[in-house]
């Protein structure tokens, strides 16, 4: 489809390790304090500029250009596939790529995103603010904006809460909307069975469930945070929380059940992702997490066994 220069970008998903939800905002959003990590299971995308040559890709042209996604998925909301375009209008708005009033020209050079998911779709691993991340990474290359990654962080604030998170990766602490963070220590790796559920949830309905059914609590992060630290995955097991928990429990009773048989397949631990359907369960070790997927595979739309933490997105250059 890219038939000018491109540039890939490879983007992890995120686990919320610990979330508890302090309270409504009078925003609407919801004061959390949460502890992320990337997770190995990974969206591409390939950023490029597309169209006639020569005239077409004059400066003036270019400042018109139009964005394009292109993915070969069905399923993805409106929100998600938006957000990707949001985001690169987001960069090009914030650098003047773009011409932001100008009308693209319907056979001038246009920019085009492709996108490979390989990250549940509305499983509450940030598959969309991922690839909303990747974009600002990637079209940062293509466009040669210069930006470095505290200001795309900062620019993926206004995208959604994941966003900034998604743009540096690796094992943050994260209050506010979830948008203010500082990275923390973490050792060693860890494996996981991430099991993705027939039918996707929307985060705003979790939320609005969590507003119905729960309240907040003190509970602070200190024992996943020391968990982290000591590279103890017995530890990290007992210690995984997430107050969204109960309120996804709701609008999906059979989760419920779900999360019984990972943790009777020996799992060390099991959570729901973020705001679900997603679960995570902790193994450990790469073979037992196999062995867990193995037992309960049936149970979910797909299991995969990944390990965490890895690194950001990363450019790949051709
Ligand atoms: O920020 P993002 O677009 O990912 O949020 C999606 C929805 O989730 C919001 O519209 C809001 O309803 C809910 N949300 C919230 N509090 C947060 C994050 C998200 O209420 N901290």
Known sequence: ??????????????????????????????????????????DHLRVGVYGPPGKGHHP???????????????????DEGNLVVLAARALANRTGVLDPTATPEGR?????????????VAGGMAGGSADAAGALVGLNELWGCQLDRDA???????????????VVGGTAIATGRGTAMAQVLCRGSFSWVVCTAHEPLSTAAVYRAWDRHCRPTEIEPD???AALRGEDPLALGAALHNELQPAAFALRPELVEHREALLDAGALGAVLSGSGPTLLALAESADSAARI??????????????????????????
Do not use: W
Request: hydrophobic fraction near 40%; include cysteine; charged fraction near 25%.
């Open 108 to 120: 001038g050079p246009r920019t085009v995103i492709e996108l490979t998911k390989g990250i549940p």
């Open 223 to 225: 024992a996943v945070l």
């Open 152 to 166: 795309l962080r900062d620019l993926g604030e206004e995208l959604g809460s994941d966003v900034p998170f998604c």
């Open 60 to 78: 003036a042209a270019r400042r018109r250009m139009a964005i394009e996604l292109v993915t070969d998925r069905t399923d993805l909301g409106p």
């Open 1 to 42: 489809m890219v038939d000018g220069p491109s540039v890939g970008v490879v983007v992890p998903a995120k686990a919320n390790l610990f979330l508890a939800v302090r309270k409504r905002r009078p925003d609407g959003y919801h004061e959390l304090v949460t502890v992320l990590q990337t997770v190995s299971l990974y």
């Open 293 to 318: 997927a193995a037992e309960v595979g049936h149970r979910f739309a797909g299991t995969a066994v990944a390990r965490s933490p890895v690194g950001g997105p990363e450019l790949r250059r051709t």
